[in-house]
């Protein structure tokens, strides 16, 4: 069995734990074998957070905290992690793949002359060797690949790689390490959010996206109301957001978020080639259109020809008496 050291970023947002954070200890896990997994977390007052690290699998935290590290810069951090790097050595560093880990991971790779692996959906171990296995144009096709030399580093996608059980029984060594952040050349100011600012779709479980078929933003409603009872969020097709129904951040597809929740429910989309581009590798995928003849019928594992204005309503009907 290998026995590698292996660092995993940690992320925050809106004052708790991204849950793709566990994917990410579970990830590192799988690239250590019998070695140590370290989450790193990165911030202002973060020492509440590395408990529930080490619940997920983490064996040990690293905390390093500054006031300049209050939001997340790529430049900061990555002063953050290269003083971390320096004095663990690692074998192996894994981030999740959200806009900080797409920003960071390649800055790190290229200044620790390290192989990196993006948008990893699967980790398998075969004896000694490492296989990754990410999704290539748009998920038409698999890549799997290995990193031959050196620093192993890997960003992982969101709802592919299940966490550890959670066992806030673990325990696990915390310490902080001390560093001047100084000289950056971004910082944040302010930040603004938008209106739609809630769960994330990119790591929600539960879907429920509207189309142009949804006609307005008051169409919008009946689609909330089922995320509502089914415990999930509300997301669109670009169709939905150009027409002005509902806000760019909800937007899934080609040009939106990529999303893979364990159940995806399109309500009035046709399902353009660009659209099934983000949510085609959901786990289940119900749609409901009025035209027998839509396209995202042939990717749905289930399919309800009908207006959604009356199949909604119903469905969240059922879901209450349950
Ligand atoms: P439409 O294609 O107009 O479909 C509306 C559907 O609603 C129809 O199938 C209709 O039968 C159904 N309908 C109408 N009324 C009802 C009702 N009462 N009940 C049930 N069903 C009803 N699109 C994306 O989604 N995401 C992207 O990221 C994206 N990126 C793009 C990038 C590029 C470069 C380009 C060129 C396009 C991109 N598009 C993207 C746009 C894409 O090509 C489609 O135009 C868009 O997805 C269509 O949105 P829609 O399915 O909501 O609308």
Do not use: W
Request: charged share 25%.
């Amino acid at each position: 069995m290998v026995n590698r050291n292996v660092l995993v970023l940690g992320e925050l947002k809106s004052g708790s734990l991204r849950s793709v954070s566990f994917e990410a200890i579970a990830a590192a896990q799988e690239i250590a074998g019998n070695g140590q997994v370290t989450a790193i977390l990165i911030g202002e007052e973060i020492q509440g957070y590395s408990d529930e690290m080490i619940a997920y699998g983490a064996d040990r935290v690293l905390t390093v905290e500054h006031k300049n590290l209050r939001n997340a810069t790529s430049d900061g951090y990555a002063q953050a992690l290269f003083k971390v790097m320096e004095e663990e050595q690692p074998d192996g560093l894994v981030f999740a793949h959200t806009a900080l880990g797409k920003d960071l991971a390649p800055r790190v790779a290229s200044r620790m002359d390290a192989g990196l692996v993006s948008d990893v959906t699967g980790i398998a171990r075969e004896e000694e060797t490492i296989v990754f296995t990410r999704p290539l144009f748009s998920g038409k096709a698999i890549e799997k690949k290995v990193i031959t030399e050196g620093l192993m580093m890997a960003t992982i996608r969101p709802n592919n790689i299940p966490p550890l059980d959670r066992d806030p029984s673990r325990s696990g060594k915390v310490e902080s390490i001390d560093i001047e952040i100084e000289n950056l050349r971004t910082m944040v100011k302010e930040i603004i959010h938008s209106k739609s600012d809630g769960v994330d779709l990119s790591e929600a479980k539960i879907i429920v996206a509207g189309g142009r078929g949804v006609k307005s933003a008051e169409g919008f409603g009946p689609l909330q109301e089922l995320a509502e009872v089914l415990g999930g969020t509300v997301g669109a097709s670009r169709g939905a957001c150009d027409a002005g129904f509902c806000d760019y951040s909800l937007q899934i597809g080609q040009t939106g978020k990529v999303v893979t929740p364990d159940l995806y429910i399109a309500c009035g989309i046709s399902g353009a080639i660009q659209h099934l581009a983000g949510m085609s590798n959901s786990k289940l995928i119900i749609a409901i259109n009025k035209d027998p003849e839509a396209n995202i019928f042939h990717i749905a594992d289930y399919g309800i020809v009908g207006d959604l204005f009356e199949v909604v309503p119903a469905l969240v009907e059922e879901v209450k008496q349950m």
